[in-house]
T-cell receptor
Framework: DAGVIQSPRHEVTEMGQEVTLRCKPISGHNSLFWYRQTMMRGLELLIYFNNNVPIDDSGMPEDRFSAKMPNASFSTLKIQPSEPRDSAVYFC????????????FGEGSRLTVL | LAKTTQPISMDSYEGQEVNITCSHNNIATNDYITWYQQFPSQGPRFIIQGYKTKVTNEVASLFIPADRKSSTLSLPRVSLSDTAVYYC????????????FGGGTRLMVKP
């Protein structure tokens, strides 16, 4: 299996622009997670899905952030409008079962908002 | 949610055994202990998971005392490529409570 695939790997945009990050989980995995990592705040869980249904979005910082999982093989994290403080590495992860505790992470999308 | 405490950083030399301890004083009966490794510019990678006593795989060993209030990740004969951040997570998996990463331990392996 190719692992969790994220795109784009790097994105530089200007404040106010819409950003869409994409994730393809490992085939057969039932749970998908979006994390954000910064030097100041470390790894933060933003939202996670189980069987394509959002379970907990309490980590989503503001209404500017939204995430969808229209099917088992695709998820998006959207920021609209983007702000400089959104600059971070965004990781997507998937797991076979929500309760397994074994997450498989993608390589991340590094976002820079100018 | 069980809180974990780890040293912020550790230094070691190639060929040495490294032990990283994580404190989780309020661990619950059904909680498991999971360790991840993160290299620069990569996502975290699952290393090992355990409930009690000792677990060993091809990468590391995990020692958990009887009271389970702490756990120790043991890396045998480290190399430069083991330089990474190591995270300890605790939870039973229900309600997604095994998903919170703390600050981790930054291990630097020197030649």
């Amino acid at each position: 299996d190719a692992g969790v695939i994220q795109s784009p790997r790097h994105e530089v945009t200007e404040m106010g622009q819409e950003v869409t990050l994409r994730c393809k989980p490992i085939s057969g995995h039932n749970s998908l997670f979006w994390y954000r990592q910064t030097m100041m705040r470390g790894l933060e869980l933003l939202i996670y899905f189980n069987n394509n249904v959002p379970i907990d979005d309490s980590g989503m910082p503001e209404d500017r952030f939204s995430a969808k999982m229209p099917n088992a093989s695709f998820s998006t994290l959207k920021i609209q409008p983007s702000e400089p403080r959104d600059s971070a590495v965004y990781f997507c992860a998937s797991s076979l079962l929500l309760a397994s505790g074994e997450l498989f992470f993608g390589e991340g999308s590094r976002l820079t908002v100018l | 949610l069980a809180k974990t405490t780890q040293p912020i950083s550790m230094d070691s030399y190639e060929g040495q055994e490294v032990n990283i301890t994580c404190s989780h004083n309020n661990i619950a009966t059904n909680d498991y202990i999971t360790w991840y490794q993160q290299f620069p510019s990569q996502g975290p990678r699952f290393i090992i998971q355990g409930y009690k006593t000792k677990v060993t795989n091809e990468v590391a060993s995990l020692f958990i005392p009887a009271d389970r209030k702490s756990s120790t990740l043991s890396l045998p004969r480290v190399s430069l490529s083991d330089t990474a951040v190591y995270y300890c997570l605790v939870g039973d998996g229900n309600a997604g409570n095994m998903l919170t990463f703390g600050g981790g331990t930054r291990l630097m392996v020197k030649p």
